[in-house]
């Protein structure tokens, strides 16, 4: 092999690149979750003939909410190839993954219960379930959340043995 060899800067890059790409892809995630969310509270005039719908609906809304500000902040971090953004996005990502698992088991437990209220409450929760997560439902149909926690571990595991995070590239030929 030829001594003069050398990598392309894009390919002794990949983490830098790899991260911003997610950081983009925040980004994108983000303004759709944000466009379904808005657009689901535009339409939703009534409710169903169960009681807790509306609360239920609202609570799924908040929850979704906050999940598109830190997916928006962390893909903010992300594009400045800040290390917070990694570290904060395995805490996002990981908490929509367990969000999404146990809302559903909450979900099945309260209606298998044998107290009414607790039926009409996990009746309630299912009914709403797709309308109220609808900021998070395209990330969760694309696995986008698992991709992500995977390959941004593996960014910043290479990202912190070279030590460059915000470190300045030198300019392309």
């Known amino acids: 092999m030829d001594e003069?060899?050398?990598?392309?800067?894009?390919?002794r890059d990949w983490g830098r690149i790899l991260i911003r790409?997610?950081?983009?892809?925040?980004?994108?995630?983000?303004?759709?979750?944000?466009?379904?969310?808005?657009?689901?509270?535009?339409?939703?005039?009534?409710f169903g003939p169960r009681p807790y719908e509306a609360k239920a609906y609202y609570f799924l809304?908040?929850?979704n909410a906050l999940f598109l500000v830190a997916v928006f902040l962390t893909g903010y971090w992300l594009i400045l190839i800040r290390r917070r953004g990694a570290v904060f996005s395995n805490y996002v990502f990981s908490m929509?993954?367990?969000?999404?698992?146990?809302?559903?088991?909450?979900?099945?437990?309260?209606v298998m219960s044998g107290n009414a209220t607790a039926v009409?409450?996990?009746m309630s929760l299912g009914a709403v379930q797709g309308i109220g997560n609808m900021g998070t439902n395209l990330q969760?149909?694309?696995?986008y959340p698992l991709i992500a926690l995977i390959a941004l571990n593996l960014a910043r595991r290479h990202l912190d043995r070279k030590r460059s995070w915000n470190a300045p590239q030198p300019s392309q030929p």
């Open 21 to 46: 790409s997610f950081g983009i892809a925040n980004w994108f995630y983000g303004l759709t979750g944000v466009y379904f969310l808005v657009d689901g509270l535009q339409r939703v005039r009534h």
């Open 140 to 143: 969760m149909l694309t696995a």
């Open 4 to 11: 003069g060899f050398s990598l392309a800067p894009a390919v």
């Open 96 to 110: 929509e993954i367990l969000f999404w698992v146990l809302s559903s088991l909450v979900e099945l437990k309260l």
């Open 120 to 122: 009409s409450v996990g």
């Open 61 to 63: 809304v908040t929850i």
